[in-house]
C-alpha cells in the first residue's frame, strides 16, 4: 500500500507561516538549499524532516493549502489511472530535478493530493504514534466517501478498517495504509462552505497550550477542542495566511 510520506504548505508568506507553526508545533525550518530551485523552506522535529512550505505562485487564486505526498513507484503511470478512476490531473507529472517526480492530482470530488516518488530509497523515520511535531491523522471530507474510496483503494491499495456512525453527519469511515490507523473520510455536509479536501492533523505536546499559542499568533479556531474515539484530543483551525490544519493531542493539558 502506498503511505503519505509528506506534507507541505503553500502560502503568501513563508516567511510568517513558517514563523507561526514554529511557534506552534515547535519546528525547526531551514531553507532547502537547492541552488537555482524555488525557494523552498524544510520543516523538521527533532532532527526528522516531515514538511516543507513554498511560496504561492505569483498572481495565483489559490488559497494557501496544505497538501499531502502519496508515495508512488510510477507517477506516470498513477496519473493516467487516477483519470481512469474518476479522478483529474491539475498538474502534469514532472521531475524535481536531484529529489523526485511528482504530479498533482485530484480524487473524483476533486480534493487533491500529490502523487511523488523520491530519488532516494531511504525509508521515512518511524516515530511512535502522538510524536509531537509529526502529522499524525489524515481526513478526507469528500463529496461521496464512497466513490473516494473505491478510487483511493484502486489507485494505493488502502483497505477499510472500523466505520462510525456519525448519527446524522453519516460514516466516517477509518482507513489504513499499513499496520495501524492512517486517517479516516466521510462525505461533507451540505451547509460545509468549504470544497472537499484533505486535512492533516499535527501531533503537539498538549492540546490546550498548543492552541493558546496558535490563537495568539492570529490563528482562527474552527471546531473547538473535542475528546476522540481511542483516547486524545482534536481541533481544526485556519493559519494567520488562511490556511486549513488541525491539531491533536493525547493531553488536553
Same mark, same amino acid.
Given at each position: 500500500?502506498?503511505?503519505?510520506? =509528506?506534507?507541505?504548505?503553500?502560502?503568501?508568506?513563508?516567511?510568517?507561516?513558517?514563523?507561526?507553526?514554529?511557534?506552534?508545533?515547535? =519546528?525547526?525550518?531551514?531553507?532547502?538549499?537547492?541552488?537555482?530551485?524555488? +525557494?523552498?523552506?524544510?520543516?523538521?522535529?527533532?532532527?526528522?524532516?516531515?514538511? $516543507?512550505?513554498? +511560496?504561492?505562485?505569483?498572481?495565483?487564486?489559490?488559497?494557501?493549502? /496544505?497538501? $499531502?505526498?502519496?508515495?508512488?513507484?510510477?507517477?506516470?503511470?498513477?496519473?493516467?489511472?487516477?483519470? !481512469?478512476?474518476?479522478?483529474?490531473?491539475? @498538474?502534469?507529472?514532472?521531475?524535481?530535478?536531484?529529489?523526485?517526480?511528482?504530479?498533482?492530482?485530484?480524487?473524483?470530488?476533486? &480534493?487533491?493530493?500529490?502523487?511523488?516518488?523520491?530519488?532516494?530509497?531511504?525509508?521515512?523515520?518511524?516515530? %511512535?504514534?502522538?510524536?509531537?511535531?509529526?502529522?499524525? /491523522?489524515? !481526513?478526507?471530507?469528500?463529496?461521496? /466517501?464512497?466513490?473516494?474510496? $473505491?478510487?483511493?483503494?484502486?489507485?494505493?491499495? /488502502?483497505?477499510?478498517?472500523?466505520?462510525?456512525?456519525?448519527?446524522?453527519?453519516?460514516?466516517?469511515?477509518?482507513?489504513?495504509?499499513?499496520?495501524?490507523?492512517?486517517?479516516?473520510?466521510?462525505?461533507?455536509?451540505?451547509?460545509?462552505?468549504?470544497? %472537499?479536501? =484533505?486535512?492533516?492533523?499535527?501531533?503537539?505536546?498538549?492540546?490546550?497550550?498548543?492552541?493558546?499559542?496558535?490563537?495568539?499568533?492570529?490563528?482562527?479556531?474552527?471546531?473547538?477542542?473535542?475528546?476522540?474515539?481511542?483516547? $486524545?484530543?482534536?481541533?481544526?483551525?485556519?493559519?494567520?495566511?488562511?490556511? &486549513?490544519?488541525?491539531?491533536?493531542?493525547? @493531553?488536553?493539558?
Amino acid at each position: 500500500m502506498s503511505k503519505f510520506i =509528506w506534507y507541505d504548505l503553500m502560502t503568501p508568506d513563508v516567511k510568517a507561516s513558517g514563523d507561526f507553526y514554529a511557534h506552534v508545533t515547535g =519546528w525547526n525550518i531551514r531553507d532547502s538549499g537547492m541552488p537555482g530551485a524555488a +525557494p523552498y523552506s524544510i520543516l523538521s522535529a527533532n532532527g526528522v524532516d516531515v514538511g $516543507g512550505i513554498m +511560496p504561492s505562485p505569483p498572481g495565483s487564486a489559490m488559497p494557501p493549502v /496544505w497538501t $499531502g505526498y502519496i508515495h508512488s513507484t510510477d507517477v506516470d503511470r498513477d496519473a493516467r489511472r487516477a483519470t !481512469e478512476l474518476g479522478g483529474s490531473v491539475f @498538474k502534469e507529472p514532472q521531475d524535481i530535478p536531484e529529489v523526485g517526480r511528482f504530479a498533482v492530482l485530484c480524487d473524483p470530488s476533486g &480534493a487533491p493530493f500529490i502523487a511523488f516518488r523520491p530519488n532516494s530509497t531511504a525509508t521515512p523515520t518511524a516515530v %511512535p504514534d502522538g510524536t509531537p511535531g509529526h502529522f499524525g /491523522w489524515r !481526513e478526507l471530507m469528500s463529496g461521496n /466517501w464512497q466513490e473516494a474510496f $473505491g478510487f483511493y483503494s484502486a489507485l494505493f491499495g /488502502w483497505s477499510k478498517t472500523e466505520a462510525m456512525d456519525m448519527g446524522p453527519m453519516g460514516t466516517y469511515q477509518l482507513f489504513q495504509t499499513g499496520p495501524g490507523q492512517t486517517g479516516g473520510m466521510m462525505t461533507k455536509a451540505p451547509q460545509d462552505p468549504f470544497p %472537499p479536501r =484533505w486535512n492533516y492533523y499535527i501531533n503537539v505536546d498538549a492540546m490546550d497550550g498548543a492552541l493558546k499559542r496558535a490563537t495568539a499568533r492570529g490563528a482562527r479556531v474552527l471546531m473547538d477542542p473535542m475528546e476522540v474515539p481511542g483516547g $486524545g484530543y482534536a481541533c481544526g483551525c485556519i493559519d494567520p495566511q488562511g490556511a &486549513a490544519f488541525s491539531l491533536f493531542s493525547m @493531553k488536553r493539558s
